[in-house]
């Protein structure tokens, strides 16, 4: 039984997420989600208590391929460097897939932004582990120069979140592109060049 209601669950999250990439999420109903998935309105309720958390759901399902990929390509990267040019280059890109995917989540992500921050939350805290890990596995090996790691983390993570609003507001990949290359050779330059140097801490 258990099975058969996640088999049902999943059913119903896959059809929303054909109608919320075609009328993006405020123009998107039960109705039309449930017609999608060959159900009953009242049957969606049963398993979800609104749009909201039908859209939550259709979120993590992003959410969860996405870390997956980034992992993949962090573990592939090997060098530190590497893995946290990796980071950034598949933190960023991952919001222009969802824009190119569900035509809204540009045009919404303001109008919804409380939503999308809670949808958010929980892969923000995952995130910040795995920058943190990657600059603790350069300092151990002699390859970054930090005092304050989780400063330095907060600081990444702050300037990535900025180029989201930037391409955002612009919605040009190859600006985009140039931003974060820009991005990376500075805040490694950064890094090693404090290493070396010793200069202080970032």
């Known amino acids: 039984m258990e099975r058969a209601n996640t088999t049902n669950k999943e059913e119903i999250v896959k059809a929303a997420q054909h109608v919320f990439a075609r009328y993006g999420f405020r123009k998107t109903t039960m109705e039309e989600i449930a017609s999608a998935a060959h159900r009953a309105k009242s049957s969606l309720y049963y398993y979800f208590k609104s749009k909201?958390?039908?859209?939550?759901?259709v979120a993590?399902?992003?959410?969860?391929?996405?870390?997956?990929?980034?992992?993949?390509?962090i573990?592939?990267?090997?060098s530190p460097q590497g893995k946290l040019s990796a980071y950034v280059t598949i933190r960023v890109s991952a919001l222009s897939h969802l824009s190119a995917f569900y035509s809204f989540f540009a045009d919404e992500y303001y109008e919804n932004y409380r939503l999308i921050e809670r949808v958010k939350y929980d892969f923000?805290?995952?995130?910040?582990?795995?920058?943190?890990?990657?600059?603790?596995?350069?300092?151990?090996?002699?390859?970054f120069g930090i005092d304050d790691v989780e400063g330095t983390?907060?600081?990444?993570?702050?300037?990535?979140?900025?180029?989201?609003?930037f391409w955002l507001e612009e919605k040009s990949a190859s600006r985009l592109k140039?931003?974060?290359?820009?991005l990376i050779s500075l805040f490694l330059r950064g890094l090693l060049k404090r290493q070396v140097s010793g200069e202080?801490?970032?």
Do not use: N, P, Q
Not at 60 to 70: G, L, N, P, S
């Open 52 to 57: 909201d958390e039908v859209f939550r759901a």
């Open 60 to 73: 993590d399902k992003e959410i969860v391929k996405w870390k997956k990929k980034m992992l993949e390509e």
């Open 75 to 78: 573990k592939r990267a090997g």
């Open 124 to 143: 923000d805290r995952k995130e910040r582990e795995i920058v943190k890990e990657i600059l603790e596995e350069g300092i151990e090996k002699g390859v």
């Open 153 to 165: 983390v907060s600081i990444l993570l702050y300037i990535v979140r900025g180029l989201e609003h």
């Open 178 to 182: 140039k931003h974060i290359d820009s």
């Open 200 to 202: 202080g801490c970032l």
